[in-house]
């Protein structure tokens, strides 16, 4: 049985940008058909994110991959299907770090929603920093080796009062 909800949301493309934000299209705008690669994380990347968490003698079967591969696809999917069509209502383009915030608090993940609300501006006082670096010439900061720091400083934080 094929849910209708779910459905919709895997019909839908969206392009990942870490430069700020994350550009949407409905089906409407996307006539051809969605090859299933394209649909669906990189499968050695939802496997090296399976291992980070599990003992380092663990073995994961690709059947267990490609189920977590599916699951958080159709999430992403979900999730950014709300985004997109808050954009869609508000007659904006480019559905932006805010905007899947927002989505995931609307559709019930406020767990998920604050810490990533608290990254998201970690990150962006992090890029206005390495703007004002570049402009003057100073020195390079190393995104990469900060991001894991900044989502677990963030993750650790208190949720901020409503």
Request: aromatic share 8%; charged share 30%.
């Amino acid at each position: 049985m094929v849910d209708k909800i779910a459905t919709n949301y895997s019909e839908r493309s969206a392009t990942f940008s870490f430069g700020g934000g994350f550009g949407g299209s409905t089906r409407e705008d996307t006539r051809d058909v969605i090859k299933e690669q394209d649909r669906l994380l990189p499968i050695a990347n939802v496997g090296r994110i399976m291992k980070q968490i599990l003992p380092s003698n663990a073995k994961i079967s690709k059947e267990g991959k490609e189920t977590m591969q599916e699951c958080v696809s159709e999430f992403i999917s979900f999730v950014t299907g709300e985004a997109s069509d808050k954009c869609h209502k508000e007659k904006r383009k480019t559905v932006n770090g805010d905007d899947i915030c927002w989505a995931l608090g609307s559709l019930g993940f406020d767990d998920y929603a604050e810490p990533l609300k608290r990254y998201l501006h970690r990150y962006r006082e992090l890029e206005g920093e390495k703007a004002n670096q570049h402009h003057r010439g100073g020195g390079n900061i190393n995104m990469n080796h900060n991001i894991q720091e900044i989502f677990e400083e963030a993750s650790n934080q208190p949720a901020a009062p409503n």
